[in-house]
């Protein structure tokens, strides 16, 4: 089990702004994950992956992909409050779910 963060790498957001996006994202999906899944994934130590796409319309192909699959996912838009413009969407999360079933749509994604 694991829950995965995927992050576009076009926007340029620093450490910090990542981190913080990709917090959103784990949370967001978290909250929309089954009770099973969630409780599963907890006795399986919190396992989560950071990967990176370069592009919107690689992450909007991902989001497809995952909810023509069925995996919980939750997109993270940005406020625009501090380093990119209002609505940027920054971050795909995904699960948690079975390791195989997320690699599925992100096996070929690189670790960001």
């Given at each position: 089990m694991k829950q995965v963060m995927i992050v576009r790498t076009d926007l340029k957001m620093r450490k910090g702004k990542i981190a913080a996006q990709c917090c959103h994202g784990a949370i967001g999906?978290?909250?929309k994950s089954s009770a099973?899944?969630?409780r599963k994934?907890?006795?399986e130590a919190y396992a989560k992956v950071v990967l990176k796409v370069q592009t919107l319309?690689?992450?909007t192909a991902l989001k497809k992909l995952a909810?023509?699959?069925g995996i919980v996912n939750y997109l993270v838009v940005d406020a625009g409050r501090t380093q990119?413009?209002?609505s940027s969407v920054t971050v795909l999360a995904l699960g948690p779910?079975?390791?195989k079933i997320l690699?599925?749509?992100t096996g070929d994604l690189k670790l960001l």
């Open positions: 999906a978290y909250k099973d899944k969630i994934w907890e006795n319309d690689e992450l909810d023509e699959k990119i413009p209002t779910d079975e390791d690699d599925e749509v």
